[in-house]
């Protein structure tokens, strides 16, 4: 008992060190020497270090059986370029204009006394997998880096976690099948040919080309769609033009992909590019299609959902385990996801008491650390469970 306490005390002081020191994506190094140490003082020194900045931490058990399973956990470890403006906590962030409001202090901090925690049992029924990922918020993701360098390749079950401010404290969200949708970016170029505005049959006038194409881009959605895909496709960015009597010759456009079929997403992805290309073509322009393919989305496998709710429900109270629906926000949780079987659930942040009441990615988000040693327990206890229950293969 005296290490739980330990543990948690620990977990809570490496939380707030992070938070007081947050790094952006790719800029993680103080957090991880942060991670190290506390890794350290549970005597916890074996750590490969991946090529993108991850964190890998390995706990075994003693006999160290081939046919044991392996279940990893991810502690995405990157903040936010947005300023915070909570005077009342006592580890506010001291860099300007950086702040976690995501909630990645507290994932980061979990991992780690999850580590911790089966570092100290010596009947592990299994092999426990800790990554530290940097990157979760921008290009290049780190998930994405993670996965192409092989350190889910033995991996059987992934865990991962969110803190979540739309649920109250002392409750837990789940989510069936897709939990967040893929997101892709694109950016599309028309050009044409300038002329005078008092003139326009003499040039090729791309921004009323542009209009045309996000006009018609919707139908794709609405009409070409299955609605059941939960597909959605947003511009963001629309540029071009130097003067207001000058036909535009170049106009880009900019804009997100989202979905939670994998079918669907590469569908949208090849019709958006034709649309602009044969819309281009009928006024004598051209296009150019240039598509970042982001995250995949997260799916939760319907064997360990269940599993994990009615261990959960035991732990917290069956009116404390919340149906959620599916999200088309994204996380790149979706590259392990889609690597391996995989459970993903959130935990409530909503927490009057302590002022934590306001959305993630906003400057006055919090979380309330019981909040966080909440997440940490049910991490814990999913693990052991999937050890205990699960079959590998």
Not at 208 to 225: D, K, N
């Amino acid at each position: 008992m005296e290490i739980l306490k330990k543990i948690e005390r620990e977990v809570i002081e490496l939380r707030h060190s992070i938070h007081k020191e947050p790094e952006l994506s790719g800029q993680e190094n103080e957090t991880r020497k942060k991670i190290i140490r506390f890794l350290d003082t549970f005597e916890i020194h074996e750590i490969k270090k991946g090529h993108a900045g991850s964190l890998i931490v390995d706990i075994t058990s003693s006999h160290n059986d081939s046919s044991d399973l392996v279940i990893g956990i991810r502690g995405d470890m990157d903040a936010l370029p947005i300023n915070e403006e909570r005077d009342d906590l006592s580890y506010q962030s001291q860099k300007k204009g950086v702040m976690h409001a995501c909630g990645h202090d507290t994932h980061t901090a979990i991992a780690a006394g999850v580590a911790a925690y089966f570092n100290n049992k010596k009947d592990l029924n299994g092999a426990i997998r800790i990554i530290f990922q940097p990157s979760e918020e921008c290009e290049p993701l780190g998930g994405r880096e993670v996965v192409k360098e092989g350190w889910i390749d033995n991996v059987d079950i992934m865990l991962g976690i969110h803190a979540y401010p739309s649920l109250p404290s002392g409750t837990v969200g789940i989510i069936n099948n897709h939990v967040t949708a893929s997101a892709d970016t694109f950016s599309i170029i028309f050009s044409g040919q300038s002329a005078h505005g008092a003139f326009p049959h003499e040039g090729t006038d791309t921004i009323f080309i542009a209009s045309a194409f996000i006009q018609l881009l919707q139908g794709l959605v609405t009409r070409q769609t299955d609605a059941n895909e939960n597909s959605i496709v947003s511009i963001g960015v629309i540029s071009g033009g130097t003067a207001e009597n000058i036909v535009c010759d170049r106009t880009e456009i900019k804009g997100t992909i989202r979905t939670h079929s994998t079918q669907g997403r590469y569908r949208l992805q090849n019709k958006i590019k034709n649309l602009a290309n044969d819309l281009a073509k009928s006024h004598g322009a051209k296009s150019t299609f240039t598509l970042l393919e982001g995250e995949p989305a997260v799916f939760n496998d319907p064997k360990l959902l269940e599993s994990f709710k009615k261990s959960t429900e035991k732990i917290i109270g069956k009116n404390n385990v919340k149906q959620l629906p599916p999200l088309m926000g994204s996380d790149d949780f979706g590259f392990y996801s889609q690597k391996t079987k995989s459970l993903y659930f959130f935990y409530g942040t909503h927490n009057i008491q302590y002022g934590h009441t306001h959305p993630l990615h906003t400057s006055k988000f919090g979380v309330a650390d019981q909040d966080m040693i909440l997440g940490l327990k049910l991490v814990i206890s999913a693990a052991a469970e999937f050890l205990n229950s699960q079959k590998k293969g």
